[in-house]
């Protein structure tokens, strides 16, 4: 959603443009029903559509009568001529109650809107408003001052629909850069931290890894049944042993498992294993260039 400057002006000084003391209390909220009543229909004397102008003051009227809700208030516009809308209803049960007793209230728009249901906003002012629904409105305002003041500057420099495309897609090349770098950046990182454990990874093998395995194809159905001479993938990578790419299985594992059901794994002879060829100085001659690259990296994202 676009926000206009009056939507995010300094409460005090949209207070003082409003003609309204400082410290008066206050609260924003969109115009419900817009889409039912006057909005945007042809005006009669001019044919205009039917819109507010910011800062325009509006017409608030009680109708403890409505039979759907009896805090309902009315929102109208030219000295009551046209109305509006109303006062969304969770906002009416908090702010009708102010009004039955004898409390002030007073409505400005804030935009004009853009046709649509819920686009024209208001500021409501006056004794009637709550400590909690001026609270809650201060916390929107905050969350989202900056991307609406950011948004709303540029809006001032793009005078021209073919300008507003070109920033918004010189824009997301930039975007779209930045995040490619920074992507490439974690990457070379993981590969940094996968590598760099290896310069001091030793062989971890268990007595009697070295035994003839038993007969190929042969099906175990527990883990103490598996001899040291036969493992995982996994584990024989922890114990510093890598298997080449497409080695058939020697013997497979299969079990009931409590959460997992019936669950099967593959199991690999030591003598089709072979130790992970990588040294420490291999893993050097490959980390420092990487390293480098990598800060070069770093320093151009940080231009950008």
Known sequence: MMYDMQDFMPIEELLAELGERPGTKWCTDPIAGLQFYKYDKPDPLTGEPLRPRPYERLQLIRRPDNPEHGNAIEVWMRNAQHRLGHVSWELADDLAPGMDAGRDLRAYALNEGDGEAWSVRMVLVGAAVTEERQAQ???IRQEREDSAAYWAFREGEWNT???RREVAQSRKARA???IWRRDRINRLK????VLAPLTDAPEALPEGHDLPPPEKGSAYTWWDQVPPSLGTKKQWRDRGRTIKAKTEPWATISYG???????SYSLYAFEQTRKVATTASTIRSIL?????RLAHVEDDVVVL
């Open 190 to 193: 993981d590969a940094v931290s």
């Open 137 to 139: 409105s201060v916390r």
């Open 257 to 263: 498992h409590r959460y997992k059901g019936r669950v």
């Open 161 to 163: 629909e073919g300008t």
């Open 176 to 178: 779209d850069d930045t």
């Open 288 to 292: 420092e260039p990487l390293e480098r």
